[in-house]
C-alpha cells in the first residue's frame, strides 16, 4: 500500500539520525512500521518524548507527511548536563499512499511515545466476487 521509489531511504534516514539533529528546514527521519491488518493499512512511527500537540499530520492528494519536535528539557540554575544522547528536534516522514487507501478516513492514535496511523483500504480497492451470467443459446436459422 505504501510506494518506495528509492532503495537507499534506509541508509539515508540513518546517516543523517546519526549525524545530525533536525530543524524546521531540514528534519530529521523518524523510524516506522507499515502494514495491513485485515481492512486498513496501519503505519506506526516512534516518538518517544513527544508531547502530542507537538505532532502534526497532513494529507494532500496521496501524500501523508507527519512533522514532531522534541524540544529539551528545561533544565534550573545550576545543573551540569553530562550526557545527552537523546535525539532533539524535529522530525519528519512523507509517504507515497497508494490510491487503494481511503484518506479521507485517517484515524490517529498516540500512546507510549508510538503514533499509530490507521489508513481503512477504499471499498474500490477490496477483494470482490464477479458473478458470471450466462447467456442464451444462439439458434441457428435453416433457411
Known amino acids: 500500500m505504501l510506494m518506495r521509489t528509492d532503495p537507499f531511504r534506509e541508509l ?11 530543524t524546521w528546514s531540514r528534519p530529521a527521519a523518524m523510524p516506522m512500521d507499515a502494514f495491513r491488518d485485515g ?6 512511527f516512534d516518538l518517544p ?10 494529507v494532500e492528494r496521496d501524500m501523508l507527511t507527519v512533522k514532531a519536535e522534541r524540544r529539551p528539557a528545561p533544565h ?5 548536563l553530562d550526557v545527552s544522547e ?10 507515497l499512499l497508494a490510491d487503494a487507501l481511503d484518506t479521507e478516513q485517517i484515524r490517529a492514535d498516540y500512546e507510549a ?13 477490496k477483494a470482490r466476487k ?13 433457411s
Do not use: K, M, N
Open 12 to 22: 539515508d534516514r540513518l546517516t543523517e539520525q546519526l549525524l545530525r539533529p533536525g
Open 39 to 44: 481492512g486498513e493499512y496501519v503505519v506506526s
Open 49 to 58: 518524548g513527544v508531547a502530542p500537540e507537538a505532532i502534526d499530520i497532513d
Open 76 to 80: 534550573g540554575e545550576g545543573v551540569r
Open 86 to 95: 537523546r535525539p532533539l528536534g524535529v522530525f519528519s516522514r512523507r509517504i
Open 113 to 125: 511515545g508510538v503514533l499509530t496511523l490507521r489508513i481503512p483500504i477504499a471499498e474500490r480497492a
Open 130 to 142: 464477479i458473478s458470471v451470467g450466462a447467456r442464451a443459446a444462439r439458434q441457428e436459422i435453416a
